[in-house]
Nanobody, 125 residues
């Protein structure tokens, strides 16, 4: 069993930066994939970025490429999402997720097995 707890959300002005963290407890196996999804009001949850625990392979949604960076700290069992040049369109609840199957698609929400409760990120214009 894996527990995921997000932190670091908040309010930031457009063009600013924010970093959200995901602390994972329980057993994290080397073949896990960790990801961030987000859900804006009235919209479906969407993929943001993912990283594999073993070989640090990263995948990003087109909408955040060049602005967001995902990283993992194996020693601390933490996954970070550094968000730069934020816009109001980035306003959403950001969720951390873990996938136990390394062969599944990074961007498919239904393939993820564990989810955190989310942290709110609000970008003002």
């Amino acid at each position: 069993q894996v527990q995921l707890v997000e932190s670091g959300g908040g309010l930031v002005q457009s063009g600013g930066s924010l970093r959200v963290s995901c602390a994972a407890s329980g057993v994290i196996y080397a073949n896990y994939r960790m990801a961030w999804f987000r859900q804006a009001p009235g919209q479906a949850r969407e993929f943001v970025a993912s990283v594999t625990w073993r070989n640090n392979k990263k995948v990003y949604a087109d909408s955040v490429k060049g602005r967001f960076t995902i990283s993992r700290d194996a020693a601390e069992n933490t996954v970070l999402l550094q968000m730069n040049n934020l816009t109001p369109d980035d306003t959403a609840i950001y969720y951390c997720a873990a996938d136990v199957n390394p062969d599944s698609s990074p961007g498919v929400m239904g393939d993820y097995d564990y989810w955190g409760q989310g942290t709110q990120v609000t970008v003002s214009s």
